[in-house]
Nanobody, 127 residues
Framework: QVQLVESGGGLVQAGGSLRLSCAAS????????MGWFRQAPGKEREFVAA????????YYADSVKGRFTISRDNAKNTVYLQMNSLKPNDTAVYYC????????????????????WGQGTQVTVSS
C-alpha cells in the first residue's frame, strides 16, 4: 500500500521560505516520478512541480519557476519542495503526488489526476 506523508507546512511572512517534505513508503520509491500540487480555498488543485524517477528532470508551473525547487533523496524515500520568496497567493494546501507507472520523467504531471496523493500540508503566507 503506497503512503505519502507530507510535513513542513506552516505560517510564514511574505518573502520568507519553507521546505516541504514528503516521505513515501509501500513501494520502490526510486522507480517513480514524484510531484507537488496545491489547492487554494475555492480553487481547483493545480500543478506546482514534478521530478523524474532519477531526479535528472524537473518541471515547474510558471507561477513558481525561479522561486521553488523540487528535489528527491532516493536513499531516504523522500521528495522535497524548497519554497523561497513566498507570496500571499502561494497560500494553499500542498499535496505530494506519486506516479503510478515506473521510470517516467514527470512531464505529464501537470495534466494528471490518476496519481497517488498524500493528505496535504497547509502553507499560509501572510502579507
Amino acid at each position: 500500500q503506497v503512503q505519502l506523508v507530507e510535513s513542513g507546512g506552516g505560517l510564514v511572512q511574505a518573502g520568507g521560505s519553507l521546505r516541504l517534505s514528503c516521505a513515501a513508503s509501500g513501494r520502490t520509491f526510486s522507480a517513480y516520478a514524484m510531484g507537488w500540487f496545491r489547492q487554494a480555498p475555492g480553487k481547483e488543485r493545480e500543478f506546482v512541480a514534478a521530478i523524474s524517477w532519477n531526479g535528472r528532470s524537473t518541471y515547474y508551473a510558471d507561477s513558481v519557476k525561479g522561486r521553488f525547487t523540487i528535489s528527491r533523496d532516493n536513499a531516504k524515500n523522500t521528495v522535497y519542495l524548497q519554497m523561497n520568496s513566498l507570496k500571499p497567493n502561494d497560500t494553499a494546501v500542498y499535496y505530494c503526488a506519486g506516479d503510478r507507472s515506473t521510470y517516467n520523467s514527470g512531464s505529464s504531471f501537470p495534466t494528471r489526476k490518476n496519481l497517488y496523493w498524500g493528505q496535504g500540508t497547509q502553507v499560509t503566507v501572510s502579507s
